[in-house]
């Protein structure tokens, strides 16, 4: 064997020495670590204070979060008790005594009502409607008559009718007027509209609402027409074709332009079925006007089958003197405002119009729409007032000139 040189250190072996010094000084460390480390811990939790979360709901009592535990299980205790502030009085009990185990249970849901069937939804009654109320006799109209635009009433019951079913239709569909006025009245019809577009509007929308507006039969949109006149506060009628018999291309039987009128020498049947033919062209009307801008003049014997229908549908009719009959609602056309469209004729005839009404209380003057009768017709109406003249309603001279 070598021998090893005195003084050299055995490199191969651990000093035992060293080694339990560098032990020492490992746990130590760890134990001044963990020392710090609870320390911190303990710092934090004391500046830390507990925030309590309650929801109070009716009937249940939820405990603060975090400390709710399942059916049967005690809540955990809270370590952080003993730090929670002062200022929270119900927070500074120990959690033990102030949370009490709660058994979860779903909040309950508002009570809704139970849905019914769609059969019997289906076949549920309706409310009864409100009873209607029961019709006011025009003399109990305190703004019927009375001149106001926007106080129309259709329809005019006369004290006799207590409904309106029962009344005429001349009655039925009259403009409302004060037969009670005193003054003479004057009453106008425009005839022929509803063929040209521009004149009936004309007529429409620019004459006083009085003026009653006669239709033609023939005339296309009839019950627009009608409709639009009336809501206007016009009272209708329809023209009632009539052409003397014998005359050269008025016969009737081969008039293109006129294949509907009436004619005397026609036998009773032809002239009541186109007398059917007129009245069935509208609606909501009072009467037929049996005239035409010249006058017509017939046998009154001769038409008398056709008189006596118009009366029996309740209608009134306006034509010449001559033609009458049994019961029949009638009006007379006294002249012709028009029968030249011309400024000064127009007036002379207005004029004319005037004296007869005061001569005798009532007048009935015809026209046809010329743009020039509607000008002078709207200037004209402007003075009545002044003049002590009242413009009605043609259904308001019914059987007021029996004498004629």
Same mark, same amino acid.
């Given at each position: ?15 035992p ?23 911190? /811990?303990?710092? %934090? !939790?004391? $500046?830390? @204070?507990?925030?309590?979360? &309650?929801?109070?709901? #009716?009937?249940?009592?939820?405990p ?5 535990q ?6 955990e205790?809270d ?8 200022a929270?009085?119900v927070?500074?009990?120990p959690?033990?005594?102030?949370k ?8 309950a849901?508002?009570?809704r009502?139970?849905a019914k069937? /769609?059969?019997? %939804? !289906?076949? $549920?009654? @309706?409310?009864?409607?409100? &009873?209607p109320?029961? #019709? ?5 109209n305190?703004v019927?008559?009375?001149?106001n ?9 006369q ?7 029962e009344?005429?239709a001349w009655?039925?569909f009259a403009?409302?007027?004060?037969i ?11 005839l022929g509209?509803?063929l040209?577009?521009?004149?009936? $509007? ?6 006083p609402?009085?003026?009653t ?16 006149a ?8 329809l023209?009632?074709?009539i052409v003397q ?11 293109e ?7 005397a020498?026609l ?16 609606r ?15 046998s009154a014997s001769d038409?008398?089958?056709v008189?006596t ?6 209608l009134?009719?306006?034509?010449p003197a001559?033609?009458?009959?049994p019961?029949?609602p ?5 002249l012709?405002i028009?029968a030249?469209?011309?400024r000064?004729y127009?007036?002379?005839q ?5 004296r007869?009404?005061?001569?005798t ?5 015809v ?38």
């Open positions: 064997m070598s021998a090893r040189p005195a003084g050299a250190a055995d490199l191969g072996r651990p000093d020495a060293g080694l339990a010094a560098l032990l020492i000084l490992a746990g130590a460390g760890l134990s001044f670590g963990w020392l710090a480390y609870r320390g911190e /811990l303990d710092r %934090l !939790a004391s $500046a830390t @204070p507990e925030v309590v979360i &309650s929801l109070n709901l #009716p009937g249940h009592s939820v603060p979060f975090g400390t709710v399942g059916p049967g299980l005690a809540p205790p370590r952080f008790a003993s730090t929670v502030p002062t929270n009085p927070a500074t009990q959690i033990a005594e102030t009490p185990p709660v058994v979860r249970q779903p909040i849901a508002a009570a009502p139970a069937p /769609l059969s019997q %939804l !289906a076949t $549920a009654a @309706p409310p009864a409607p409100a &009873s109320l029961p #019709p006011v006799p025009a003399a109990a305190p019927a008559g009375s001149g635009e926007e106080a129309l009433n259709y329809p005019q019951l004290p006799r009718y207590p409904t309106v079913a009344a005429p009655q039925r403009r409302p007027f004060d009670n006025d005193p003054r003479p009245r004057i009453a106008i019809v425009v509209l509803g040209l577009h521009g004149e009936t $509007a004309a007529a429409i929308g620019e004459l609402s009085e003026v507006l006669s239709f033609s039969p023939y005339s296309h949109g009839l019950d627009g027409w009608i409709i639009e009336r809501s206007f506060g016009h009272e209708v009628m023209d009632l074709p018999s014998g005359s050269e291309g008025q016969s009737g039987e081969g008039d332009a006129n294949p509907q009128a009436l004619a020498g036998g009773d049947s032809d002239n009541l079925r186109r007398l059917d033919w007129v009245l069935a062209r509208g909501d009307y009072v009467g037929v006007a049996g005239v035409d801008a010249a006058g017509i003049s017939a038409l008398s089958p008189l229908d118009i009366g029996r549908h309740g009134m009719f306006l034509g001559e033609l009458s009959g019961g029949l009638r009006a007379v056309a006294d012709s028009d030249r469209p011309d000064d127009i007036d002379g207005l004029a004319e119009l005037e007869r009404a005061r001569e209380g009532f007048a009935v003057g026209a046809f729409g010329y743009p020039v009768t509607i000008e002078r017709l709207a200037l004209w109406s402007r003075g009545l007032e002044h003049k002590n003249l009242a413009l009605a309603p043609v259904s308001a001279l019914v059987g007021q000139q029996a004498a004629r």
